[in-house]
């Protein structure tokens, strides 16, 4: 393997999991995610030899990677329908989760679902990735006040539709 193969290697190996999880937050499908990713390392790999000088090869591959699931949003496609309950995959709990943490999970997973594209892409790069209003508005592609209003929207929504989280935010002051 070539050097520059090795490189790319070692950073697709090294990264690859928190761009997953990014991107199923994104995307709300784990298979979607998987694409996403596998589309954005495919584009960090082209330019590998420009971006792996400066340093920025994470910033630049999860910059793509938004910049994809923004584009895929616009496509006209079928709508889709989220069932009543979420069904539990392999794998995706651990031994020491509580039943009440599993729920959390489960309704904070279906409030983020419900939330309108942009507004969940703004609340995955504001709180997830803790990013800057800024960071946010430059990687979407868009004004710093409408990531603030979407900000304001999505939280507005989740609040509505999650009030036990109150009282978690309330009790850890």
């Known amino acids: ?3 520059i193969a090795a490189e790319f290697t ?3 190996r090294a990264h690859t999991p928190s761009l997953l999880r990014s991107a199923y ?5 784990q298979q979607l995610a998987e694409d996403l990713v596998q589309t954005a390392l495919a584009r960090t790999h082209r330019s590998w030899r420009r971006i792996e000088t400066t340093g920025s090869a994470p910033a630049y ?3 793509i990677m938004y ?3 923004v584009s895929w949003w616009r496509r006209k496609r079928v709508r889709e329908h ?3 309950h979420t069904p539990e995959g392999p794998g995706t709990t651990t031994t020491r989760d509580s039943a009440s943490d599993i729920a959390l999970q489960l309704t904070v997973r279906t409030a983020l679902m419900r939330l309108a594209r942009q507004q969940r892409a703004v609340i995955v790069l504001r709180f997830f990735e803790d990013r800057s209003v800024a960071e946010t508005a430059e990687i979407l592609g868009c004004t710093t006040g409408t990531i603030k209003t979407q900000t304001f929207r999505a939280l507005g929504h989740l609040r509505k539709a999650l009030p036990e ?4 935010v309330e009790g850890s002051r």
């Open 1 to 3: 393997m070539t050097d």
């Open 67 to 69: 910049h994809l699931q």
């Open 82 to 84: 989220l069932a009543e």
């Open 61 to 63: 591959t999860r910059k």
């Open 165 to 168: 989280l109150a009282d978690l």
């Open 25 to 29: 937050l994104l995307t709300g499908d």
């Open 10 to 12: 070692e950073f697709a």
